[in-house]
């Protein structure tokens, strides 16, 4: 460890953090040795829940905040290439939730496959410290594959489920769920701003070994916090039904064999591209047949429910620039001041902590007043701030000149919008998802959710492709050309969406919806 009178403003960013997670994990130590069932009026679950989820957040999104780099300066990937195959990967993670939630519906029950799904991503983790000496003829790249595939499939049995869960702590008319939902979305962005600075620090001033490894650890964590924070869930996530020890061994066999696929499948992008569009025409048949059993209302619930989800494409293919095209940006074109690139990923997590309580009581205090927005017209209304967020990226960037290097306050301006928009539609698609599905399709939807924000991350490298051109190297103006078109493409989309919201509001049915046998009697 260097002198402190050495330090520059990187090192001073990981300490401060350190700081931070200590503050933290000592709230988190009081939540759980309380006796009292709630805190701060949410049940004690959605804290364990919190917790286990920042844990893994902690250790994806540090992963991730490196990974563009990881393929261009170590494994050297083209930009473009690089670009495609972080989007590809980013995409598998959120398809695979699909099977992890029908596995969960079906046979497992959300908890048990929670816990499996740490299990993986902890050896993909893991796997992904093991470097090898770079290039893409070096045979550790297999490793490099295997890593991805074991994280993907882990994402797949957890991500879907443990979102089911906090759901599953509140009845369906509960106020309180969206303001849950943003206080588990809160998790998910501690851990991603505690990791990506933690992690993307190690990984690019010591080494990616480090780093990667840092990610390793926090997935531990986060499953040491799941498996003893088991009573607060007052039986929620529990198998439907009572499952045989060689059923539950053949769920998991199914599991293991997924990681060899992926492992394939991460490699070949393209086939990746002609799997989510043959997997989404089939996903969204079967949805639609079941919907067309259920009655007037269920069904149009369902009708909304496809509404929402179709418009996740765009927003996360924009979106998700930030791990690809956006990190590369900032790391090549914009005066950092000596701050690690990686660093800066945390720009949007950090926003969300701040903002995040913000939302959550404005939701209330407009719902308490029926002067809300709908679910639909907050959609539009992220559509049209990320939108905004290209664009105001673009003119900055040009009005300083493309030649000179982009000042660091545009950086931020890019992501405190997107971060705006979020907050419009991720926490309240989840919540809309968890509230307006059938009980019997809800890890389904769920996963339905993620997979089309998996389409929206593959949209995103194609995306992050093209600001590469022809030779595969990306060039600021051609970044900033592709974002303005982007720009104006959403902005464009939003407007229609809230012209819309009206309509797709009166098929929620949000007057006639009812609750079901709470899980705490169920387990009572």
């Not at 890593?147 to 009845?171: E, P, T």
């Not at 078109?485 to 464009?492: A, K, N, Y």
Request: net charge neutral; with cysteine; hydrophobic share 55%.
């Amino acid at each position: 460890m260097k002198p402190m009178g050495l330090w520059v403003e990187g090192d001073w960013i990981a300490a401060i953090t350190v700081v931070v997670l200590g503050i933290f994990l000592a709230i988190g130590a009081k939540i759980a040795i309380q006796k009292e069932p709630e805190f701060a009026g949410h049940p004690k679950g959605l804290y364990m829940l919190f917790f286990a989820e920042m844990w893994e957040r902690f250790s994806y999104y540090g992963m991730r905040a490196l990974l563009i780099f990881y393929l261009t300066k170590h494994w050297l990937f083209s930009d473009g290439k690089a670009n495609l195959i972080y989007g590809a990967y980013t995409s598998l993670v959120y398809i695979t939730p699909v099977l992890g939630g029908y596995l969960a519906d079906r046979y497992l029950g959300q908890r048990k496959a929670v816990l499996f799904g740490g299990l993986l991503l902890a050896a993909g983790h893991t796997l992904m410290a093991v470097e090898g000496v770079g290039g893409q003829s070096d045979p550790t790249i297999n490793i490099f594959w295997a890593a991805l595939a074991f994280i993907i499939v882990g994402s797949g049995f957890l991500k879907a489920n443990i979102s089911v869960m906090v759901g599953q702590l509140y009845k369906l008319t509960d106020i309180r769920r969206d303001g849950a939902y943003t206080v588990f979305y809160m998790g998910i962005n501690v851990g991603a701003a505690i990791g990506t600075i933690l992690v993307g620090y190690l990984g690019e001033t010591i080494g990616w070994g480090w780093g990667f490894g840092l990610a390793g650890i926090g997935m531990l964590a986060g499953l040491v916090v799941f498996v003893l924070g088991k009573k607060a869930l007052n039986g929620a996530g529990e198998a439907p039904a009572p499952l045989t020890k060689s059923k539950e061994m053949t769920l998991y066999g199914i599991g293991l064999a997924s990681v060899a696929v992926i492992w394939a499948l991460v490699q070949y992008q393209d086939v990746i591209q002609g799997l989510l569009v043959v997997s989404g025409v089939s996903l969204l048949g079967y949805v639609l047949y079941e919907s067309f059993k259920l009655d007037k209302e269920p069904r149009e619930r369902m009708f909304a429910i496809l509404f929402l989800i179709s418009l996740n494409p765009l927003f996360w293919g924009l979106f998700e620039q930030a791990g690809g095209s956006m990190n590369l940006f900032t790391d090549r074109f914009v005066d950092r001041g000596g701050v690690p690139a990686a660093i800066f990923q945390s720009i949007n997590p950090i926003i969300i902590m701040i903002f995040a309580p913000v939302f959550a009581g404005l939701w209330v205090w407009l719902g308490k007043r029926g002067s809300e927005p709908s679910a639909p017209a907050k959609f539009g209304l992220a559509l049209l701030q990320m939108g905004f967020a290209n664009l105001v990226l673009v003119w900055g960037a040009e009005a300083f000149g493309v030649a000179a290097m982009t000042p660091v306050i545009l950086v931020f301006a890019y992501y405190l919008l997107a971060t705006t928009a979020e907050l419009c539609l991720s926490p309240v698609g989840l919540s809309a998802m968890n509230r307006l599905a059938p009980k019997f399709l809800a890890s389904l939807i769920m996963g339905a959710w993620f997979y089309m924000t998996a389409v929206g991350n593959f949209v995103a490298g194609k995306i992050g492709e093209a600001t590469g051109g022809h030779d595969g190297q990306m060039t600021k103006q051609g970044l900033l050309d592709v974002y303005e078109l982007f720009g104006w493409i959403s902005i464009g989309v939003a407007v229609v969406v809230l012209l819309l919201s009206p309509m797709v509001k009166r098929w929620m049915h949000l007057d006639t919806l009812k609750d079901e046998e709470p899980a705490a009697d169920k387990a009572a």
